[in-house]
Every structure is written in structure tokens, then in C-alpha cells.
């Protein structure tokens, strides 16, 4: 299953070609158990996805890390599509960057991938001593063959968005991507466009600012993220730091596939909305609002007004459809992106949330809704949580969801999703008029884990997906 051809490298040749792909079989996603009360490890879980196997819709293989309270949250490749043209190199390692314990584990997916097993573990200190970062989050390999891990601080806390650079064949610490001094003051992801010498990374915020929960005192403080960083991908430095208009924690962010585009977009979770990052003409970046939630007023809930929490945003390998979650409000959203500067709502629905009808929030004022939406029950299970890691199929018509956010948010926001394990769902895609359908036969209860109750995370295909993988 790691990607092989006579003459070419890992993944396609281009997004295009990746449509063409073979159906998913098997998913890779990590179960979280740090702030769930159970002393465990987190572990990377093996899911069958195959409707033809007798064992689908189950967790087919669990591997646990050697350590606690990692928080692994998400995961890459030690080489995908960026190095199609390298015929000796194989997807064939899952990077695990810890969120909180600032760890890495490199995961053997190659030598059996109904299997996985652990191949290297990189410690914190090696990470603090050789690059003074910590609190890793999103992991690309690139086409030098190298990967790299962007970061949330530095090794005490304190806000420090750099970038952790691995050898991609020994997963030795090589140092930091950007020149010493050079990191951005906040960081969380990034995606980089080579044909035009940029990079853009986003920011959450410190690491002692989010890690034991939300505060919404931190946001008047200014403590949380409102910008983009556009960096130099030849000379490692940021060119442009984008102050976004209305943008509050600007969290998970996606050029357009194809290489030659100079836009994408990015979601701002707080301020709920969709921004558009585009390049001018004299070479400078801006970004505009395309996409805007309104909030809900409402009762019984932290604050008088709920925004929808968009935490993740993906767009279909054809650029044609972008596809996001709002956590809190509770739905999943499909709009048509054939036109970048004007979305068109084409596909919703409700799997969840924190306003359904019965619970304990009373929605006063709603500028979508006539009325709160039915809790969700699918093969017998009351799904808790909201809508949050998403991952379409290569041909488009699959979206699998998973409804964790990050542990110590999942037990302040939905205290039920601690106690119950989160869920993974399918939702069926409609992509020639666009429209979103539950399947009703899939659910993978994470509530049910050997261990007890465990939160599951971000999804991977053994192939390669749309988040994973960048084409140059």
C-alpha cells in the first residue's frame, strides 16, 4: 500500500490524477486520552472502511504510544506528492507530532498497513535543545525530502511559531526551517506554493494561553491569533505579516491544488467566517471575507452569543467544492468554490452540536435557523459532540468525520463527548449539484474502546488525501 510505480515516486501527478485513485480501504486516526480521567496512552487507531470487509466500520488494529498525555492531534508523511518525481522514495512512515508533550512519533505504515508500528520515538529535548521550539502541530514533507513540523511555542509556553525540520529518511532533528530569530510570535499551520516562492502560516495561540481550556477574558486580552504569516520559501523569512479583518483565530488553512494558483482559503474559528487569501499584482498578499456564520444568541451557555466554531476546512482535489465544520453550532457545510471570491452554500447538515433540541441551551435569536436541530442518533448511538476533523475521499464523494476538538476543550464545551467517546461518521457527497446526505450504516463509537472512552482525532488515508499532500 505505500505508493509504488515503475518509474515515478509516492502519490500523483497531479490533483487531477489523485481523483483518479483508488477507493480508500483503511483510515488512520489518533485516540486521544489525555483529560479523560483514564490513565493510558493515546494510541494511532486502524479503522476498516471497506463496505465489501467483513470487519467494516470497525477499529481493526490500535497501536498506544509508550508514553502519557502526549495529545497526538495530527499527523503526515515522511514523503507524498511533492516528491512524485523520486522513484526511491515510499510513503511508508506516519508522523505523530504531540500537541502537548512536544514528542514525535514516526509510525511504520509501510511494512503492514492493517498493523502499524512504531519505528522512532524523538524526544522533546532533542526538539528543544536543536531547535527551541515545542507544542507541534501540523506535519508536510517536502520535496527536498525533509519534513517539517510547525510549532505553537517555545519549550516553556510561551508563543513561538517556528518550524522543526526532520532528515525524511532518518528522523533526525536538523534544526529550524526558518533563520535563527526568525519565527513568527504565534503559529498552528501552514501550507506552502513553491512556483510562487510562498508560504503562509496561521496562529492559535500560546501554548500556556489555550492548553488547560478557553478563557474568553484571553480574547479581550488580545491573547489569541488574528493573523497570517506570508514567508519566503526560498529564503525562509516572513515577507508579510496580514493582519485579518474580523479574523479571530485563523486556524487551519489551504491553498487551491492546483500549483499554479495563488489563493486559498482559511478558516477563522472564533469570528466564524472564511477568509480568501489572494496575491496582488505587485507581489504582496491580501485577504478578504467570503464566508461569514452569524452567531446565535442564546441561554444557558458560557456566553450570550455562540459562534459556530469553524476548526476545519478542506477543499475537493478538483477546487471545486470547500467543505467545513462548525464544532459548536453543530453543522457541516459544502459550498461551491467554481468562483473563489463568491462561495455558494450548496451542502448542510446537522451531526450534533450545542444547541439541539433538548439539551441545555436555548437558542433566543438565529439568523439561519427556524428551529433548534434534532439530536442525532445513528445505528442506536446518541452522538456527542459537534461536526470537527474532516477528510474527503480522493474522488470527492465521501466525507468522514470525526467530533474531538482538543482534549481540553472537548471536556469545558462537551463534557457528554468525555464521557461518551467521540464518534467517526460518513457523510455521502453529491458532487454534481452539490448536497451533503448521511450514511446512516456507518458509525465508529470510540465510546466503546477497549480502555474505556477515547477521543478520536484527524483521519489519513494510507495513499495520501487532500490535506496531506501538496503538488509543486
Not at 515515478?8 to 480521567?37: D, F, H, Q, S, W
Not at 485577504?287 to 476546512?313: F, Y
Request: glycine share 10%.
Amino acid at each position: 500500500m505505500a505508493t509504488k510505480c515503475g518509474s515515478c515516486g509516492p502519490g500523483y501527478a497531479t490533483p487531477l490524477e489523485a481523483m483518479k485513485g483508488p477507493r480508500e480501504e483503511i483510515v488512520y486516526l489518533p485516540c486521544i486520552y489525555r483529560n479523560t480521567g483514564i490513565e493510558a496512552p493515546d494510541y494511532l487507531a486502524t479503522v476498516d472502511v471497506d463496505p465489501k470487509s467483513p470487519q467494516y466500520c470497525q477499529v481493526i488494529h490500535r497501536l498506544p504510544v509508550p508514553n502519557l498525555k502526549d495529545e497526538l492531534h495530527h499527523s503526515g508523511w515522511n514523503t507524498c506528492s511533492s516528491c512524485y518525481g523520486d522513484s526511491s522514495k515510499a510513503r511508508s512512515k506516519l508522523v505523530l507530532p504531540c500537541l502537548i508533550s512536544s514528542r514525535v512519533y514516526v509510525v511504520d505504515v509501510g511494512t503492514e498497513p492493517r498493523a502499524p508500528k512504531l519505528h522512532k520515538v524523538i524526544e522533546p529535548e532533542d526538539i528543544h535543545a536543536k531547535c527551541g521550539l515545542g507544542y507541534l502541530h501540523t506535519s508536510h514533507c517536502l520535496a527536498s525530502g525533509e519534513v517539517m513540523i510547525s510549532t505553537l511555542g517555545d519549550p516553556k509556553g510561551n508563543g513561538k511559531g517556528g518550524f522543526v525540520l526532520l532528515d525524511g529518511e532518518t528522523f533526525e532533528v536538523k534544526g529550524t526551517w526558518e533563520k535563527p530569530g526568525g519565527a513568527a510570535p504565534l503559529g498552528y499551520d501552514f501550507w506552502y506554493q513553491p512556483r510562487h516562492n510562498v508560504m503562509i502560516s496561521t496562529e492559535w495561540a500560546a501554548p500556556n494561553v489555550l492548553r488547560e481550556g478557553f478563557n474568553p477574558a484571553d480574547v479581550e486580552a488580545g491573547l489569541y491569533g488574528s493573523h497570517l504569516y506570508v514567508w519566503d520559501w526560498q529564503r525562509h523569512e516572513i515577507v508579510q505579516t496580514l493582519p485579518l479583518q474580523d479574523g479571530l483565530i485563523p486556524l487551519e488553512i489551504r491553498f487551491l491544488h492546483n500549483p499554479a494558483a495563488a489563493q486559498g482559503f482559511v478558516g477563522c474559528a472564533l469570528s466564524s467566517n472564511i477568509q480568501r487569501f489572494f496575491k496582488n499584482e505587485g507581489g504582496t498578499w491580501s485577504a478578504e471575507k467570503v464566508i461569514q456564520v452569524p452567531p446565535k444568541k442564546v441561554k444557558g451557555w458560557i456566553l450570550p452569543e455562540m459562534p459556530g466554531l469553524i476548526t476545519d476546512i478542506l477543499l475537493s482535489l478538483d477546487d471545486r467544492f470547500l467543505y467545513f465544520s462548525n464544532w459548536l453550532h453543530g453543522d457541516l457545510r459544502q459550498y461551491d468554490i467554481s468562483d473563489p471570491q463568491k462561495p455558494r452554500l450548496t451542502g448542510q447538515l446537522f451531526l450534533g452540536g450545542s444547541i439541539v433540541k433538548g439539551g441545555p441551551v436555548q437558542v433566543l435569536e438565529d439568523q439561519e435557523l427556524k428551529s433548534q436541530p434534532e439530536p442525532l442518533v445513528v445505528k442506536g448511538k446518541r452522538v456527542a459532540g459537534g461536526p470537527q476533523m474532516i477528510q474527503l475521499s480522493l474522488d470527492g464523494k465521501r466525507l468522514y468525520v470525526t467530533t474531538s476538538l482538543y482534549s481540553a476543550w472537548d471536556k469545558q464545551f462537551y463534557p457528554d463527548l468525555i464521557r461518551e467517546g467521540s464518534v467517526m461518521l460518513q457523510v455521502d457527497v453529491d458532487t454534481v449539484k452539490g448536497g451533503l446526505k448521511l450514511n446512516p450504516n456507518f458509525l465508529v463509537d470510540f465510546g466503546k474502546e477497549p480502555l474505556g472512552p477515547a477521543l478520536a482525532h484527524e483521519l489519513r488515508y494510507p495513499g495520501g488525501d487532500c490535506s496531506s499532500d501538496i503538488w509543486l
